[in-house]
């Protein structure tokens, strides 16, 4: 069984798999038939209930309460052997394979870990633990008929599943990209480091079979590989579902910060029949707020297309292209110094004064944020409060 100095960790790691297997919940009682969902929440509650189980505090808590010595040695065992074929099954359902293979690879999982849950409660039932053994379990019975067995049978089990799921993983992220292939590369050396885990208590117990002591492998060594292998497999069962999410939100973050002089020259335009819902910054998810300001932002060009001046752009855009030589930068320079003439222009025109009709403004979606940058450009500074008329300005030019 595992041991260390400290349950704490067992108990943080072990909460933080319940809490995720618990959101789970819901998507479940949802979509019960989903193969996919299921696994995965069997892997939480099994890794749940492993790191609580394994804590040194529980292993003495069960003895305890049960009144059986080392009752604690065969639930740790099938809660580890679970988890094993539990991760398995993930992997076999998570990878894109034709539906009857993976339905046969699946029943012969659950099949072959069943029969393994079975085997070691029969071994360790038909065995003697007659000393209470908290933290050298594996190797102080490492020669006791039956819980000899039952210890290689655990060890066995969940080392070839281990071992198969990190191949499986390595397999796969070679035909995958994005924040799936980030997981799966995680999950990869996180099941290796379980193999190792295995290693080190199959050694210690092959070492106890020829008379030597590596004892401490097994109650100094090896516990220390769980902490990582735990927050390893958090990671890579996480990315995958939450990556896209984050990718989505520093883009939309990104892009608000990119809109920032744009919304600033342009977020008291008067828009009339424009409806402006307040979307508070603190409590609005950045996609929606972004989605919002794009809004507000399309209205108010829209409500300053009759106030804008194709002189003021012609004159802008000669002005830019000459010191530029760049003709898209120019063009797009031209358009926010018409717009910033238009806004100081609606600010001085009269209520009851019609402004000049003129064509709309040739803005597609993807042009706000070139727009925005492009506000700081000393051309457009010159024209947002032109001395002469527009029509002198460009004659002047």
Sequence with gaps: MTSGPSSLGFYVYGAML?????????ALLRRRHDTLLRAACLLLLAAGCLMIFAAPDSITALNRLTGITNFAAPVVYATTTAFAGASLLLII????????????????????????VLAITVLFW???TPTEQPTLFDAHYATTPFIREMIVTYLTAQGVAMMTASILCLRWSREVHGWLRAGLRVLAPAYLIIVCYDVLRLTAVTARWTGHHLDFLVDEISPRLAAPASVLGIL??????????LADTTRAVRQLRQLAPLWRALRDTPTPGAVRV??????????????????????AILALTPYCDPAVREAAHRTALRHTGDAAHAAVTADAAMLLAARERQRTTTPHQPPDTTPPLPHRPHDLIPLSRSLSSPVVQNFRHP???????????
């Design 236 to 245: 890579g069962f996480v990315l995958p579902l939450l990556g896209p999410r």
């Design 387 to 397: 001395r002469t008329p527009p029509q002198k300005a460009a004659h002047h030019e």
């Design 126 to 128: 038909a065995g003697d």
């Design 278 to 299: 307040p979307l508070p910054w603190w409590r609005t998810p950045p996609a929606v707020l972004l989605t919002g300001r794009k809004t507000a932002l399309y209205d």
């Design 93 to 116: 359902n998570w990878r894109p394979a034709p539906p009857e293979r993976t339905r046969r690879a699946s029943r012969l999982c659950v099949t072959a870990y069943g029969l393994t």
């Design 18 to 26: 319940l809490l995720v297997c618990a959101l789970k919940i819901p």
